[in-house]
C-alpha cells in the first residue's frame, strides 16, 4: 500500500501515518530527519508536521521517506474557532502546570523534612567523624544522604517555579488578554493587509501562468487572512479602535506612549511622530500605541506659511542617485500658490534647454518640502529640484 501524507485542513499541519515497525525499519539519519521536521502527536497517532503555513521543508522530508501526496482532510477551521481552541488548550495546560507544580513542591519538603527536623541539633551538623569507627562511619553515610536529599529538594523546587511560570504564560492566552492591546491588534491589522496584498500579486501570476492548484491554494490562504481581518476588527470595535489619529493631534500636543511622555513633533496618515526630551532625535509609532494624550496649557497652532518660491520659467530635474546625471527636465510655464504647471524640455549634454520643449502635454503639480524643508515639485513620487546653471 503506498503510503501518504496529508494536509488537515482543521489544523493546518501535514500528517504521516505509518506502522511502529517502519518507524524503527528508518535508519537514523532518516529518523533525524523526520523529527525535525515532525512530531509525534499520540492524540492523533501520527506525526504532525512542526510548520503550520510553509509545509516546503515537511514536504520534502515526507518524499524522502517514499511518502505521496494524499490530498487534504478536514474543514479549515476560522480564525475565531481557532482562537476558541488555543483558548481551550491553554486552559487545560494551565490546570496540568499547576498540578504538576504542586507535586514538585510535594516532593521537595519530603526530600528536604529530614535534614530540616535537624535544625537546632547543632551536635547533628559539627559532630567529626572518626576514621576506621563503625558507628561514626554510618553516621556520616546517613548524614550525606540526608545532604543529598536536601539538594535534590531544590532542583524540585526550580521544576515546581518553572511549572508555576508555564501556567501563568498559559493563563494569559486563556484570557485572550493580547486581543484587548491596541496596538497588538493594530499590527495584525498592518500584517493581516500586506499579505493579502502580497497573495493577491502571486494570484495574479497563477492566472497568467494557468496554475490552477497553486491559485486554489493562494485563494485559500487569502480567505483565511481575509477572516482574520475580519475578526480582529471586531476586536478593536470591542474596545473602542484606535482612538487617535490625524485629525484629532496637533503638532505640539502631549502623548503617552509605553508609559512616558513626549510631544507630537508631526501626525502622518498612519504613524505620529514623537520626540522626548531624554531623547536627541524623534521617534516614529503607530496611532494605537498612544495610551493617553493632553493638550498643553497655553497650546497655540502654528499656522505655517508655505509660499511657492518657483516663477514661471525656472527650470526644475530630477537626477540620478550619486546627482550627476540629469534624468529628467521640466520648464515651469505657470504658478499658483501651491502648485506649478511644468511641461518637459530636452537634455543636452547634460543641460536642460530652455524653452526647446519636448513633446507632451503640461502638467499641474503640487509644492512641496522634503525633509530638509528644500522646495520641491512631486512628481510621481519623485521630487523634482530647481535647476541651477552656475552649479
Given amino acids: 500500500m503506498t503510503k501518504q501524507y496529508i494536509l488537515n485542513l482543521e489544523t493546518s499541519k501535514i500528517e504521516l501515518h505509518f506502522s511502529k515497525e517502519e518507524y524503527q525499519s528508518l535508519t537514523m539519519d532518516e529518523k533525524k530527519s523526520l523529527k525535525r521536521a515532525y512530531l509525534f502527536s499520540r492524540y492523533r497517532s501520527a506525526w504532525v508536521s512542526r510548520s503550520t503555513n510553509n509545509h516546503y521543508s515537511a514536504i520534502r522530508v515526507a518524499k524522502e521517506l517514499g511518502f505521496t501526496d494524499g490530498g487534504k482532510t478536514g474543514e479549515r477551521l476560522s480564525y475565531a474557532e481557532e482562537v476558541e481552541r488555543q483558548v481551550e488548550k491553554a486552559e487545560a495546560r494551565i490546570e496540568r502546570f499547576e498540578k504538576y507544580a504542586d507535586n514538585a513542591e510535594a516532593r521537595a519538603k519530603n526530600l528536604q523534612s529530614d535534614l530540616n527536623s535537624m535544625h537546632g541539633d547543632i551536635a547533628f551538623f559539627t559532630q567529626p567523624i572518626i576514621a576506621g569507627h563503625a558507628g561514626s562511619q554510618r553516621f556520616a553515610r546517613q548524614r550525606e544522604k540526608m545532604f543529598d536529599r536536601y539538594h535534590r529538594g531544590f532542583e524540585e523546587y526550580r521544576k515546581s517555579e518553572y511549572f508555576r511560570d508555564r501556567a501563568a504564560t498559559s493563563e494569559q492566552t486563556a484570557s485572550m488578554s493580547k486581543f484587548k492591546n491596541r496596538s497588538y491588534l493594530s499590527n495584525r491589522i498592518e500584517e493581516c493587509n500586506k499579505n493579502i496584498r502580497e497573495y493577491e500579486r502571486r494570484i495574479v501570476r497563477a492566472e497568467e501562468t494557468q496554475n490552477e492548484s497553486h491559485m486554489e491554494t493562494l485563494l485559500e490562504k487569502m480567505e483565511y487572512e481575509l477572516d482574520k481581518l475580519a475578526f480582529i476588527h471586531n476586536k478593536l470595535d470591542e474596545i473602542g479602535g484606535v482612538q487617535f489619529n490625524k485629525d484629532n493631534l496637533k503638532a505640539g500636543y502631549l502623548v503617552k506612549i509605553r508609559g512616558s511622555w513626549g510631544t507630537v513633533v508631526k501626525a502622518n496618515p498612519k504613524t505620529v511622530d514623537v520626540k522626548y526630551e531624554v531623547v536627541p532625535y524623534t521617534l516614529k509609532y503607530a496611532y494605537a500605541e498612544i495610551q493617553d494624550m493632553r ?82 515639485v512631486n512628481h510621481d513620487d519623485w521630487y523634482l529640484y530647481k535647476y541651477n546653471s552656475a552649479v
Fill in 295 to 376: 493638550i498643553p496649557e497655553g497650546w497655540l497652532e502654528k499656522k505655517k506659511e508655505v509660499v511657492n518660491p518657483f516663477e514661471v520659467d525656472d527650470i526644475v530635474i530630477r537626477t540620478d542617485i550619486g546627482g550627476n546625471t540629469i534624468i529628467k527636465a521640466f520648464q515651469v510655464v505657470k504658478k499658483t500658490d501651491k502648485s506649478v504647471t511644468i511641461k518637459p524640455i530636452l537634455i543636452e549634454n547634460n543641460v536642460p534647454q530652455r524653452n526647446n520643449f519636448k513633446i507632451g502635454l503640461q502638467e499641474r503639480r503640487a509644492v512641496r518640502q522634503d525633509r530638509h524643508n528644500n522646495f520641491v
